[in-house]
């Protein structure tokens, strides 16, 4: 068994073309996005230590450690308003007002 | 919980939202979307690019009902779209899947459970498939399954 330079354990998804598995995609921690995971690509993409895994490579989910988990909370809380979800949140990551969708 | 299937055509000019899945006007649950595929009906030779895009607001396009996979499950609480006359307003970079293809290969994605693509309970937030470019236009069939 080789040591694994890249993120090659897991598999958040599979891309099959005409019935065959031709790729993979890893799940980004920060955005919630897939992106295609090529080993030896060579591509750069950034690791999150807190979360511990490899990310998609966007400027923003590469400059805040901002969980999806979160932005997804931030988006219900504004939804309806909850400001004491909203002033929870905003305290814990101050930047993601920049990152509402 | 339910699991629903939803499919789209459009001509995939460059900027056409081929199929749109979108919380109602007043969301109730989080979608999962789990599973995407993008073919055509038509054997011609064109390589394509799509994203899978994070959408604020639905754009105006025929509606297309949610099919439930288990019909002891009620009616999708999600809204879906084809055919678009006006494009929905996309999230600027939140591209949650790229999609690389070939008129002639048959594109499917399959998300592991419980990585799947999540659409907070956000009113009118949602996800469409777009087009970013094909080598020569063609009717292109999307398919999306999705959870709520
Ligand atoms: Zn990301
Ligand atoms: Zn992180």
């Keep these: 068994m080789s040591i694994a330079i890249h993120d090659s354990t897991r598999e958040d998804g599979a891309v099959v073309e005409n019935g065959r598995q031709v790729g993979r995609t890893l799940l980004c921690p920060h955005c919630g ?3 295609h995971s090529i080993p030896g690509s060579g591509k750069k993409r950034g690791w999150c230590r807190a979360c511990n ?3 998609c490579g966007k400027a923003s989910c590469l400059k805040y ?14 939804n309806v308003q909850n400001q004491k979800v909203i002033k929870k949140l905003e305290g814990r990551y101050p930047n993601i007002k920049d990152l509402a969708f | ?9 459009d001509t995939n000019t460059a900027s056409t939202t081929v199929l749109a ?18 073919g055509s009906d038509v054997s011609a030779d064109s390589a394509f690019e799509a994203v899978l895009q994070r959408i604020s607001t639905a754009g105006t396009s025929t509606s297309v009902t949610p099919q439930k996979r288990d019909p ?11 055919a678009h006359t006006s494009e929905p307003t996309y999230t600027a970079n939140e591209i949650m899947l790229t999609i690389n293809g070939h008129q002639r ?19 009118n937030a949602g996800v469409g498939y777009q087009s970013i470019t094909a080598a020569s236009a063609f ?6 399954e999705f959870e709520e």
Aim: charged letters at 15%; one cysteine or more; proline letters at 5%.
């Design chain 1, 53 to 55: 895994k490899v990310l």
């Design chain 2, 139 to 144: 009717n292109q069939i999307v398919g999306m």
């Design chain 2, 105 to 123: 290969a048959t594109f499917q994605w399959y998300a592991a459970p419980g990585r799947e693509v999540v659409i907070p309970v956000t009113n």
């Design chain 2, 1 to 9: 919980m339910g699991v629903y299937f939803i499919d789209g055509q």
């Design chain 2, 72 to 82: 002891a499950d009620g009616a999708a609480s999600a809204v879906a779209g084809e």
């Design chain 2, 21 to 38: 899945l979108n919380q109602p006007a007043s969301a109730l649950k989080r979608l999962k979307v789990g599973y995407l595929s993008a």
């Design chain 1, 65 to 78: 450690c901002i969980p999806a988990e979160g932005r997804f909370e931030y988006a219900e809380a504004r």
């Design chain 1, 33 to 35: 996005g897939h992106f």
